[in-house]
């Protein structure tokens, strides 16, 4: 009986070669619509399916497989001797070989204008059922869904080699590109729905990449990216040099890249163990670097580097004087690069920290699920602080106020972090206290403390952190507020001349 392939694609990227190779081994081909004028144009014979259906196209084109015809060939098992017998009195043959690969959803609903109606007409029903009913037979159907796999596939036909394991791992990838499929279409709805916690989720991301190892060397990990372009954030960055990223580089990549967001000045952030360690902000990126440096040149070795500006010769001979493991900001001028890419093992990426995508969803796997929030992207202006103190902080200290409030809400918490000279002086983080938090970013801090400000990502539930900053010099604190005993620490501060600012919102990151 003279084998029979369908082909249905609308990538039609080596389809010409694929249909010729199948024709030479004796295959008779089916096709659909744009797909058979592909063929035919290459001068391949090609039947259409309609004279398989024996059924016309119907509804410009959303009817044309859906058929007995089409289905009953795909899912007949050839061992099963009351499937082959219905095939031969109903008049339909068996389908030995599917290629389909689906309508484009994922780059019509990546376009800035697309209308809902475009969207719609670009969810494929014919093609994931062919695949799926070709996949659950696999034993007896060649099913294909990559134009990468024809050469292989050809191969295996020619030499007779089409093993089970490879047919299996061919239909694995169908009910993964099916369901990735799926995935998208519904991520798409249930956000022109707008609901927020549907009754299932199910997302779907692509790989990047393998990585050498997880957070430890006996830990295999792998990097996969959203659907949806950000062109900001890690999964898009383009690595210029060096070697390839771990798993901990890119968590401290990203965390790197969440706190240069956070600024439009020109500003330089030193991430250790996803926590920043010195952040500096000036009127030139040279000078943010030197502050950034400044806050803590011994914690930011063996760092990553986050900066939002282009790279010049100054900054890059100052980066190039520090054992670092990234280097990341939106473009280096060509001395730049070349003074940094001297060290080889440097990885040295572009990315443009303004544009990182500050919206959408958190998520983190526990033992058996999951948990999903939305982004902490809460920021607060000059205008939504409340005063709470007899004394009011002074211009100066409302910037380092609102520099401090910026990089604490990316510190693990408890998180305290004293700011002054528009850059970070002390950073306290994950400690199971305020109070020690505060004297791990007073002690980083030292001197430079008289006369600084701090930030805690949530109230003060007891004084003692206003004590403890009062005896280092302090003179201005911000905080959340909403304590039942506020007051006891606004007493504080005014019995030691401190100010202190409620910005109403807390900044918790566990």
Known sequence: MTKRALLSVSNKQGLSDFAQELISLGYELISTGGTKRTIEEAGIEVRSISEITEFPEIMDGRVKTLHPAVHSGLLARRDNGEHMQQLQELGFGPIDLVAVNLYPFKETIAKEDVTEREAIENVDIGGPTMLRSAAKNFENVTVVTDPADYGEIVEGLKSGDLTYEFRRSLAAKVFRHTAHYDALIAEYFTNLDGEKAPETITKTYEHVQSLRYGENPHQSASFYREVKEDRGSLAYAEQLHGK??????????????????????????????????????????????????????????????ALNRKVDKETAEQLSGIFLEIIMAPEYDEEAFGILAKKKNVRILKVDPSITETTGEKMVSVRGGLLVQDKDEGK??????????????????????????????????????????????????????????????????????????????????????????????????????????????????????IAMVFTGMRHFKH
Not at 266 to 271: I, L
Request: charged residues 20%.
């Open 244 to 305: 390839e990223l771990s798993y901990n580089n890119i968590q401290d990549a990203n965390a790197a890249l969440e706190v240069a967001a956070e600024f439009t000045d020109p500003a330089a952030v030193a991430v250790k163990h996803m926590n920043p360690c010195g952040v500096g902000t000036a009127g030139d990126l040279s000078q943010a670097f030197a502050k950034a440096y400044e806050a803590d040149p011994v914690s930011i070795f063996g760092g990553i580097v």
């Open 380 to 497: 607060v202006a000059v205008t939504d602080l409340r005063t709470v103190t007899e004394r009011a902080p002074t211009d100066k200290e409302l910037e380092d106020l609102l520099l401090s409030w910026q990089v604490v809400k990316h510190v693990k918490s408890n998180a305290l972090v004293i700011a002054g000279e528009d850059r970070t002086l002390g950073v306290g983080a994950g400690q199971m206290n305020r109070v020690g938090a505060a004297a791990i970013a007073l002690g980083q801090a030292g001197e430079k403390a008289r006369g600084a400000v701090m930030a805690s990502d949530a109230f003060f539930p007891m004084p003692d952190t206003v004590e403890t900053a009062a005896k280092a010099g302090i003179k201005a604190i911000i905080q959340p507020g909403g304590s039942k005993r506020d007051q006891d620490s606004i007493d504080a501060c005014n019995e030691h001349g």
